[in-house]
Nanobody
Framework: QVQLVESGGGLVQAGGSLRLSCAAS????????MAWYRQSPGKQRELVAA???????NYADSVKGRFTISRDIAKNTVYLQMSSLKPEDTAVYYC??????WGQGTQVTVSS
């Protein structure tokens, strides 16, 4: 089992930046995939970005060029650097490990 704790959400103006963190309770070295999802009211949860154990990354088309996923194995932490934020990025952002374990989510609100 692994517990995940997200942090770094908040309120930011359009065009601003935020960095989300997801700290795992154990080593992420052997984890196949870590990913960030988001969910807005009335919408389905959607994949934002993912990173594999080999370091390969995948992004939703809507965030390509603006968001960057990375990891620090020594700190058991995955990050989501978000830049050029838009109001439509407003959502609760969730971290997941191998799509089996999920964090509690962190709210990101982008004002216009």
């Amino acid at each position: 089992q692994v517990q995940l704790v997200e942090s770094g959400g908040g309120l930011v103006q359009a065009g601003g930046s935020l960095r989300l963190s997801c700290a795992a309770s154990r080593s992420i070295f052997s984890i196949n995939v870590m990913a960030w999802y988001r969910q807005s009211p009335g919408k389905q949860r959607e994949l934002v970005a993912a990173i594999t154990s080999g370091g390969s990354t995948n992004y939703a088309d809507s965030v390509k060029g603006r968001f960057t996923i990375s990891r620090d194995i020594a700190k058991n932490t995955v990050y989501l650097q978000m830049s050029s934020l838009k109001p439509e990025d407003t959502a609760v952002y969730y971290c997941t490990v191998d799509y089996d374990y999920w964090g509690q989510g962190t709210q990101v609100t982008v004002s216009s």
